[in-house]
């Protein structure tokens, strides 16, 4: 049995590049290996993701692009992480910066692909010592951006800079439009998963931005109602949905290849049970597991929809209505890590050997869901104080 055949069929502008993402699925396997040990996608991973049109997910159509909404790059995500959590991560960073870049301007635009709509971007927006000096016509930005996935793919970065006030009286939150063949790469990306992803450090150092590539941060954040383009009105918060798609498609191979080994009939260790399915116990883990991957895309389902609704409609999205999408998605991740955890025990303790792809999955899956934007706590505090009517801040991000 494969439990995916019960997933719904991609729909709409989806569904050629599921297809697409499923073709490239033997060649991202294959390759994994390799983006593991090397820290960073391979070239041929990046090349075939290029070809493949996964870099202009959030290109906008004036530009070529597909400027995909997010309930249909929901499926395209997923499908990626079924093969290679890593590269689907690292589309999905680039669509929500492309997302981000798309909202400065018509000239901003045309820097960035005014040569084609094919263009990875990767985005951080706290970086480490970052100045911004106004010099004639623009800024000199400096400083360093850790957790840039994707940067070593990315032809245009999206980067926090400190932006100072007109009075003098300090510096609020600024984001500028980079390209990143002046800035460098420094290695420091060594961790326990997603490690091919290789989100490294960006370093500028005095590197000139005109002023049509810089925004504020609180311009960035707000809906953006100048425009008659719906998925650059929503604020970067709302399209926190997108994030846990990769580890999605990890939950639904750690599913495929724990039924896999229990259908090919591997025994149950210590007990009289002649194969793990004849176990209760095990069915009994094994149905809890598919209804919490269910129940997290069920949530993340819900919520894209909820966003692509918002950005379509002339009334801004409430408060609550932001902050249940966050809680979605916090909760989401929370059942896919839920989820998996049951299928080890399952599968055991032959899983965990370094050759085991299933340990990949898990290795990616547990670390992505670190991310500040897939975290639950945070997500009921805001969810919670919403539920009361209290509109205090807790994130600008919401």
């Given at each position: 049995m494969d439990p995916l055949k019960n997933t719904p069929p991609a729909a709409g502008p989806a569904r050629p590049l599921v297809e697409a993402a499923r073709a490239l699925a033997p060649l991202l396997?294959?390759?994994?290996?390799?983006?593991?040990?090397?820290?960073?996608?391979?070239?041929?991973t990046a090349r075939s993701l290029l070809a493949a049109g996964m870099f202009?997910?959030?290109?906008?159509?004036?530009?070529?692009?597909?400027?995909l909404p997010v309930t249909a790059?929901?499926?395209?995500?997923?499908?990626?992480?079924?093969?290679?959590?890593?590269?689907?991560?690292?589309?999905?960073?680039?669509y929500g910066a492309q997302q981000i870049?798309?909202?400065?301007?018509?000239?901003?635009?045309?820097?960035?692909?005014?040569?084609g709509?094919?263009?990875?971007?990767?985005?951080?927006?706290?970086?480490?010592?970052?100045?911004?000096?106004?010099?004639?016509?623009?800024?000199?930005?400096?400083?360093?951006?850790?957790?840039?996935?994707?940067?070593h793919q990315a032809e245009w970065g999206v980067l926090g800079v400190p932006l100072a006030r007109a009075d003098g009286s300090g510096a609020d939150p600024g984001i500028v439009l980079v390209r990143t063949g002046p800035l460098t790469i420094e290695r420091t990306w060594d961790m326990a998963g997603m490690r091919g992803t290789g989100s490294d450090t960006l370093v500028a150092d005095g590197v000139f931005v005109p002023y049509h590539r810089v925004r504020s941060f609180s311009d960035v954040v707000a809906r953006d109602e100048r425009g008659d383009e719906a998925l650059y009105r929503v604020p970067p918060g709302s399209m926190t949905p997108t994030l846990p798609a990769p580890l999605l498609g990890a939950a639904r191979a750690v599913l495929r290849m724990t039924l896999?080994?229990?259908?090919?009939?591997?025994p149950m260790a210590m007990s009289l049970h002649r194969r793990l399915a004849d176990?209760?116990?095990?069915?009994?883990?094994?149905?809890?597991?598919?209804?919490?991957?269910?129940?997290?895309?069920?949530?993340?389902?819900?919520?894209?929809?909820?966003?692509?609704?918002?950005?379509?409609?002339?009334?801004?999205?409430?408060?609550?209505?932001?902050?249940?999408?966050?809680?979605?998605?916090?909760?989401?991740?929370?059942?896919?890590?839920?989820?998996?955890?049951?299928?080890?025990?399952?599968?055991?303790?032959?899983?965990?050997?370094?050759?085991?792809?299933?340990?990949?999955?898990?290795?990616?899956?547990?670390?992505?869901?670190?991310?500040?934007?897939?975290?639950?706590?945070?997500?009921?505090?805001?969810?919670?104080?919403?539920l009361v009517g209290d509109e205090r801040p807790v994130s600008p991000m919401v």
């Open positions: 396997r294959r390759e994994a290996d390799a983006a593991e040990r090397d820290s960073r996608l391979t070239p041929e202009r997910l959030g290109t906008p159509r004036r530009q070529g692009g597909l400027e790059c929901l499926d395209v995500l997923a499908e990626l992480g079924l093969a290679c959590p890593s590269s689907a991560w690292v589309v999905t960073l680039s870049a798309a909202s400065f301007g018509d000239q901003a635009r045309c820097d960035l692909w005014g040569e709509p094919d263009v990875p971007v990767c985005g951080v927006f706290s970086g480490a010592g970052a100045t911004a000096e106004p010099v004639g016509g623009g800024l000199l930005v400096s400083g360093r951006w850790p957790w840039a996935s994707g940067c896999e080994s229990v259908e090919g009939g591997k176990s209760p116990s095990v069915q009994a883990a094994l149905a809890d597991a598919a209804t919490l991957i269910d129940s997290a895309s069920l949530h993340l389902t819900r919520s894209a929809e909820a966003v692509d609704a918002a950005a379509a409609s002339p009334n801004a999205p409430t408060l609550l209505d932001r902050a249940r999408v966050r809680m979605d998605v916090g909760h989401a991740s929370t059942c896919l890590r839920q989820a998996v955890q049951l299928l080890l025990t399952v599968g055991g303790a032959s899983g965990f050997s370094r050759t085991a792809a299933v340990q990949r999955y898990w290795r990616d899956l547990e670390t992505a869901a670190r991310h500040p934007a897939l975290n639950p706590g945070l997500a009921r505090e805001m969810y919670g104080r919403a």
